[in-house]
C-alpha cells in the first residue's frame, strides 16, 4: 500500500530571523518538536539533571507515601510489579531501595499466561497469609479496586505507582503516585512506571537528607538507577520530550558504564552494529530480550538477570534470555502468519483470534497488524471459554476509550492511548464485544485517516547534506516517541549509478545528484526498485542521514526509507 508523504509546515522567515546563526534545518526540526523559544530550544538540546528534574513532592500523596515506606523499616514491604520491561526495571529499582534501607523486602512479579495484568485475588490472598505490613505496586495497581480494597480492609497498606490511564474509580490506596491521573499534581504526566518509581526513590533521598536520618544514602545513588529508567522509558515508548528526554540522555551514559553485571555481560554478548549504546540499541535489542522472559515464561529471569552480583550467574541468565527472545520471534512470526490470513483490509479494525496463542505474543502480533493496515488491531488467544488479548491503535482512534466502552462484554481490561490488553468470558461475549469495536471504529476513523504516511521533517537540497548538519543532528539524540529520527525529503534527484548489493540482490545502492551534488544512497530491502529505475530517471526520495563507519573511515550514509519516480 503506497503511503502518504507529509512534508511538516516550514518555519515563517520571521522566526528564523529570531535565531540568526542557527542552522534553518535544525531549527525546523525544534519547530516541528513544537520548541519555539530560546529557553525551550535550549532545554531540548542541553537536558540538565538538576535543572530539567521536577519535584517529586509535587506529587499529591508523595508526602504519604514515603512516610509509610519509611515506618516499615520493621515490617515486611512488598513490591508488586509487572512481567514487562518497564515494569521489571521499576521493580528492581525499588527493591534496591529499599534493601539499601535495611527494609525486609520481597518481590511478587506475576505470571502472564496464568496471572495476567495487575494484582489479582489470588495473590492478595497470599499477600495476607504471609502478613506482609505494605504494598507498593509499580507499573501496576491504578485498575485494581477490589484487590487494594481487601488489601486495606485486612490492614496492609497499599501505596500505588503506576503510570496507566486514570479509571472510572480510583482504587482506595494509602496514596497514589500516578502523573496521568487527575489531580496528581504532576506537572510531567508522561513518565513510564520506572519513571515513576524512581521519582519515589528521589523523594525517598530527600526525606532522608532534609529530616537528618541516621542512614544516608551514598551519593549519586539515585543517577546510578538511571540505566534502568532509561530502558524502561525507551521500551515502554512514553514521550521522550520534557523530563524524559533528559532521564534518558543521563540514563544512556550511565548504561554505558553500568555497575550492574547482568546489563554487562548482555552488553558484551550482544551485537551493537553502530557501535555506541543509544535509544536504538536499548529498543532493539536490551528491552525485547528482557520482555521475551515474561513472553515465554516468568520475568523473574529478567528481573534476577539486573540484581545480578554473581558473574557466572548474569552469563547464564543472559543466555536464557537469549533463547527465550530467539523462541519468542519464532512463534511471533508463526502466529503472524495465521492471523494476517484472518485480517481483512477492508474493515476499519482487524480482529483475529486462535486457540492457544499465548498471551505474551499477541500484543506483537497486533503491533504488526496495525503497523502493515494502518488500522486498530486486536489479536485474541483462545484457551477454553478465555479469550485474552491485546490490541495496538493508531493516534486517531484510542483503544483503551473504545475498551470502556465496551467494558459490559469485559472481564478486565486496560492499558494506554494505542496500547491495551483485555480479557472476555464466553463466545458470545466475544462476539459482541467484536460489534461493538467494529461500529465504534467505523464511527470515529474515516477513510482518509486509514492511509499511513510518512511525517517528513524537511525537504533539503543534496547540498544540504554534510557532516556538520550530522553533527548538529547527533543534538537530537535520544530518539524515540515524539522525538522520532528525522526523516528527509529530496525531490527530483537524478539516477547517475544504480545497482543491487547483498549476497541475494536484496538491497539498492544509488548515486543520485541534484544541482551538482553527489551522495550515495542505500535502500534495505528495496532491491526490486532496480528493475523499475534506470540512468538518468528523476526520484524523489525520504531517507534518514547517518554515518557508516568500517576500517577507520568514516562517511555518510543516506538511507532510503521510500522512494518514487518524481513529477517534477
Known sequence: MEKNWQILPEMDQASKDSFPGMNEVVLQFLFNRGLKEKREMEEF????????????????????????????????????????????????????TLKSLGMEVEKYIPFRETEGYGLNMKAVEWIIEQKFNLVVTVDCGISNFEEIKTLMDNGIDVVVTDHHEEPPQLPPALAIINPSIRNSGYPFPYLCGAGVAFKLVQAIILKQEKEDYALKFPEGFDKWLLDLVAIATVGDMVSLLGENRMLVQYGLKVMAKTKRLGLQKMIETVNNFSGKIDSQYLGWRIVPRLNAAGRMDHASSAFYLLMADNEKEAEK??????????????????????????????????????????????????????????????????????????????????????LAESKEFLLRYGGHSQACGFTVIGKENLGKFKEKMTFLAQEKLKDSILQSSFRIEAEVNLSQIDFELLTELE????????????????????????????????????????????????????????????????IDIIFELDANEWNGNRELQLKIIDLKLSKI
Request: with cysteine; net charge negative; charged share 30%.
Open 45 to 96: 538540546l542541553n537536558p540538565d539533571y538538576d535543572r530539567d528534574s521536577n519535584d517529586p513532592y509535587l506529587f499529591h500523596d508523595m508526602e504519604k507515601a514515603v512516610e509509610r515506606i519509611l515506618k516499615t523499616k520493621k515490617g515486611k514491604a512488598m513490591i508488586f510489579g509487572d512481567y514487562d520491561a518497564d515494569g521489571v526495571c521499576a521493580t528492581a529499582i525499588l527493591f534496591h
Open 317 to 402: 541468565l543472559v543466555s536464557v534470555l537469549e533463547d527465550n527472545n530467539q523462541k519468542r520471534q519464532q512463534l511471533t512470526d508463526s502466529i503472524l502468519k495465521q492471523a494476517e490470513a484472518q485480517a481483512d483490509e477492508n474493515e476499519k479494525i482487524i480482529f483475529a483470534v486462535g486457540e492457544n496463542w499465548p498471551a505474551g505474543v499477541v500484543g506483537l502480533v497486533a503491533g504488526r497488524l496495525s503497523d502493515k493496515y494502518h488500522r486498530p488491531a486486536l489479536v485474541i488467544g483462545q484457551e477454553g471459554d478465555k479469550y485474552v488479548g491485546s490490541g495496538r491503535s493508531i493516534e486517531e482512534f484510542n483503544i483503551t476509550e473504545a
Open 475 to 538: 543534538k537530537f539524540e535520544p530518539f524515540g516517541e515524539d522525538n522520532p529520527k528525522p526523516l528527509f525529503a529530496a525531490l527530483g534527484v537524478r539516477i547517475e549509478q544504480i545497482q543491487t548489493v547483498g549476497a541475494d540482490g536484496k538491497h539498492l545502492k544509488v548515486l543520485a545528484s541534484q544541482n551538482n551534488k553527489f551522495h550515495k544512497f542505500i535502500g534495505f530491502s528495496f532491491g526490486d526498485w532496480c528493475a523499475r529505475l534506470k540512468m538518468d530517471d528523476l
